[in-house]
């Protein structure tokens, strides 16, 4: 009898577009959410908490403000804290857009933010 095996290999889901420069800085994802690299975050206005940009929110959050940077963000139980890209060049089609959004609809207020796709 012989052994079969199966090799899997665990692929980085690649965002970064270009060389424009990456800042990043520290947040926290709001509890109920479990993000992955490269959802399009909004920022709640009164607590400044990050979540993933839905059009249609009225708590700051409908703007988009960063990238996730983080390989997976499970805020499924509590808060978590995450690393967002504030700027750079990314992969449209890699991108997580929440409910409403597309990456036409997001490309302006992103570059306004230096953020490119």
Do not use: C
Not at 57 to 76: R, V
Not at 87 to 102: E, I, P, Y
């Amino acid at each position: 009898m012989s052994a079969s095996f199966s090799r899997t290999s665990y692929v980085v889901k690649e965002i970064i577009a270009g060389d424009f420069p990456l800042v990043t800085r520290p947040g926290v994802l709001a509890a109920g959410q479990n993000l992955t690299r490269g959802a399009v975050l909004g920022r709640v206005t009164a607590t400044g908490k990050l979540v993933l940009s839905v059009a249609a929110a009225t708590d700051g959050s409908g703007t988009p403000f960063a990238i996730l940077a983080d390989e997976e963000a499970d805020a499924s139980a509590a808060d978590v804290g995450v690393t967002s890209y504030l700027t750079g060049q990314f992969l449209a089609r890699n991108l997580t857009f929440g409910a409403g959004h597309t990456a036409d609809s997001t490309r302006d207020a992103l570059r306004l933010l230096s953020i490119h796709i």
